[in-house]
């Protein structure tokens, strides 16, 4: 079936330091791929969405490609701050449209 | 305005009450979700409905029963509590289809003692 494989945290960074969380898949088809944030206390945000190959997901300064030849959808981004301090989940939903796959999630926390 | 809402935030009971928590979506969305998210922030899909009808039924014991009123609304009532239950139970919702995203509410904290 249909999975999401997501580093395993905890992930400490410096202020500006970049960021890389990996995410691989196996899905059947081209499924669309997604990155969530949650902050502490709060619900799943969604962060950014890619739908086909190739197409790049951004916001808030963070980026994700989806890459079908290495089935991957890394989160980045190049300066990560304090207020990003957050777990990150990756998450795809199946070429039916019925069943949504979550990472374990990556928690992250950016130290001053 | 709250596109989706939960209502208790925190529920404390003791084991063997029943509870339930209410959710409601203002999205118009015809897909709603109940997931439970254990203290190591694992998020399970429990249930999925499609305009009142579940169409996902993951394996969770029979005392959980969702029930949906209406499209807008996906309430999860839960029978002779147990200490494992305690979680973070989140609802969502979606427009269905594989090109949408899920809104999540802000989650109900369950503790039981």
């Known amino acids: 079936g249909d999975s999401v494989t997501q580093m395993e945290g905890p992930v400490t960074l410096s202020e500006e330091a970049f960021l890389t969380i990996n995410c691989t898949y196996t899905a059947t088809g081209y499924p669309s791929l997604f990155w969530y944030v949650q902050y502490p206390g709060e619900g799943l945000q969604l962060l950014l969405k890619a739908t086909k190959a190739d197409d790049k997901g951004s916001n808030k300064g963070f980026e994700a490609t989806y890459r079908k030849e290495t089935t991957s959808f890394h989160l980045e981004k190049g300066s990560v701050q304090v207020s990003d301090s957050a777990v990150y989940f990756c998450?795809?939903?199946?070429?039916?449209?019925?069943?949504?796959?979550f990472g374990t999630g990556t928690s992250l926390t950016v130290i001053p | 305005d709250t596109a989706v809402s939960q209502t208790p935030k925190y529920l404390v009971t003791q084991m063997g009450n029943d509870k339930s928590i209410k959710c409601e979506q203002n999205?118009?969305?015809?897909?709603m979700y109940w997931y439970k998210q254990d203290s190591k922030k694992f998020l399970k899909i429990m249930f999925s409905y499609n305009n009142k009808e579940l169409i996902i039924n993951e394996t969770v014991p029979n005392r959980f029963s969702p029930k949906s009123p209406d499209k807008a609304h996906l309430n999860l009532h839960i029978n002779s509590l147990e200490l494992g239950d305690s979680a973070v139970y989140f609802c969502a919702s979606s427009r269905g289809g594989n090109s949408y995203e899920q809104y999540f509410g802000p989650g109900t904290r369950l503790t039981v003692t």
């Open positions: 999205l118009g969305h015809d897909t």
């Open positions: 998450a795809l939903i199946s070429n039916t449209g019925n069943q949504f796959y």
